[in-house]
């Protein structure tokens, strides 16, 4: 059982930037396809971006491709979301995600361990 826990969600401006992070229990972290999901209000749950296990691969959703940057530390246990040039429909709650296999799944339901999420709002 993987427990996942976000960080660094806030209120910011348009334009600004925010970091999220995402910290694991799991020690075999580095077994674990991570990725970032998020659900605004009304809507369904959406991929965001994820990267591989060795962190030799990675996909971005079209609508954060140049903005928002996904990176991982297997020596930490953690995965990060750089969000630069941020916008109003970028507000959402943002939730951390791991799945075993080594393939990246756009699909929220084919991955397998989820965090609560953390807000982040943007204002214009």
């Known amino acids: 059982q993987v427990q996942l826990v976000e960080s660094g969600g806030g209120v910011v401006q348009a334009g600004g930037s925010l970091r999220l992070s995402c910290a694991a229990s799991e020690q075999t972290f580095g077994r674990y396809t991570m990725g970032w999901f998020r659900q605004a209000p009304g809507k369904e749950r959406e991929f965001v971006a994820a990267?591989?296990?060795?962190?030799?691969?990675?996909k971005a959703a079209d609508s954060v491709k140049g903005r928002f940057a996904i990176s991982r530390d297997n020596a930490q246990n953690t995965v990060d979301l750089q969000m630069n040039s941020l916008k109003p429909e970028d507000t959402a709650v943002y939730y951390c995600?791991?799945?075993?296999?080594?393939?990246?799944?756009?699909?929220?339901?084919?991955?397998?361990?989820w965090g609560q999420g953390t807000q982040v709002t943007v204002s214009s």
């Open positions: 995600a791991a799945v075993s296999l080594g393939v990246i799944f756009t699909t929220p339901g084919r991955w397998d361990y």
């Open positions: 990267v591989s296990k060795s962190d030799d691969a990675a």
